[in-house]
């Protein structure tokens, strides 16, 4: 009996998957239920050599339930003080989730309004000023909205591209803004403008749609893919080993 | 040479109101008890320190003990935002709190070029963020070989540096083992340096990944078993995970907040 077809949650787990498609022997840093169970089933599946660590301090191998200790080998050990030794070398690939992002790619995690009185204050910008010009970054936005894509952030606590080129080669060096991933599509930058573009747009989800939750415009091309399904194996991986109690739909609810 | 030393009397000697204190301590290892010793002793205008300020800091600021943040992250961990935290930054209660934000990275070099010796550090980080307008301890600073323009962040050196640790021996000198942060550039960039340790014994073994501190690094060494709880110290206590989780209810509302530190932490006289 072939199983249930993938539903949007499962979507995304697979497009947070392709965006380690061939990193190699990296180190794999998502964050967020979504972004970790794409991690490992990227692992599980086309890219064997990608480290992940316990969400501590240990790399382990092997493939074990989100929220659940790791069952496989420790192959290493890498604890808050060294992980800066992966991030300058550039050998490490991060999903994080943006509170605003612009079609630049400037991302804000630090405050919402104005930044000395700020309205929300969020977490602080943590690693952001160092990991989009050290290493591959992408970002991962669980609901895709006006809220979250927004003509101007509030703040840059992550670099985008037209910030970068304006700070020149010290940013623009070993930049390297990979996709943004979202309940509604994939997206990338034109290599031209470097404003942001969809790349595709999940099954049963528009273009339209995809526009009208996003508060700047996107490049759009003449045909729009639509995100690929998970095979069969992918599904019965992340519905039986890696999220077996469904906390992908904390994230993304279908 | 460290001495060994009730923690009341060590916080009442190294600690003062206005100074800049640092307590570092990532995932376990955080000094709970020192910070509610802090609280009890009411130390005000404090500039406080932390790569990651979480639960404990939230206690801090709410009871009015800081003027000042220096910071990467701050949160609940596994949990949410911290609400006090957020109060003071938002509201200004119990008092405004001034923010000097960094990142991780410029954080861990700033500690690391005050154990140095040196004036600044230098990274790669910030540059294009808003932060280098946000932030006057990031400044741009040329390559003289290569003339690409990069980011100084000055040194960081504390007043004082509070961290908890394993054990200690009874010459003062440290061990702390399992996930370590940055206790010992914090340490060694301090003018002054609290231990607090879960025990004192005879013999240091040796432990894989262990950092150990020599007593000449220390000043002094208080022994709080149990004295990063909430947090955990590896091989001693686990996380107490049901308390970071009740904690975002408690610190919520100012009157929920200042009750549980009540009954909690200023009339006992020990800590938990």
Known sequence: ?254 | MAQIVPLAAAVADLIHDGDTVALEGFTHLIPFAAGHEIIRQRRTDLTLVRMTPDVIFDQLIGMGCARKLVFSWGGNPGVGSLHRFRDAVEAGWPRPLELEEHSHAGMANRYVAGASGLPFAVLRGYVGTDLVAQTSTIKPITCPFTGEVLTAVPALRPDVTVIHAQRADRAGNVQLWGIVGVQKEAVLAAQRSLVTVEEVVDTLDPRPGAVVLPTWAVTAVAVVPGGAHPSYAQGYSVRDNDFYVAWDAISRDRETFLAWMRANVLEVGRDH
């Open chain 1, 1 to 254: 009996m072939s199983p249930a077809p993938a539903d949007r949650a499962e979507i995304c787990v697979v497009a947070c998957a392709e965006a380690f498609r061939g990193n190699g022997e990296i180190l794999g840093a998502p964050i967020g239920i979504v972004p970790i169970i794409g991690a490992r089933l990227a692992r599980a599946t086309f890219e064997p050599d990608l480290l992940l660590t316990d969400g501590e301090a240990h790399l382990v191998y092997g493939t074990w339930p989100v929220g659940e200790p790791p069952s496989g080998a420790t192959e290493g050990w890498l604890p808050y003080r060294a992980v800066f030794d992966v991030v300058w070398s550039g050998r490490r690939h991060v999903i994080m989730t943006p509170s605003q992002i612009d079609s630049y790619g400037n991302t804000n995690i630090s405050a919402i309004g104005d930044y000395a009185r700020p309205t929300v204050q969020l977490l602080g910008v943590r690693g952001a000023p160092g990991n989009a010009v050290s290493h591959p970054t992408s970002y991962w936005v669980p609901k895709h909205s006006r809220r979250v894509f927004v003509p101007r952030v509030d703040s840059v606590s992550g670099v985008g591209w037209d910030n970068a080129r304006k700070a020149g080669p010290a940013a623009t060096e070993f930049m390297d803004l990979r996709v943004v991933i979202t309940d509604l599509g994939v997206f990338d930058w034109e290599t031209e403008t470097r404003q942001m573009r969809i790349r595709s747009v999940h099954p049963g989800v528009t273009v339209d749609e995809v526009l009208a939750a996003t508060g700047f415009p996107l490049i759009v091309g003449d045909e729009v893919p639509t995100t690929r399904e998970p095979d069969e194996t992918e599904l019965r991986l992340i519905r039986e080993v890696i999220d077996p109690h469904g906390a992908r739909y904390r994230e993304v609810k279908v």
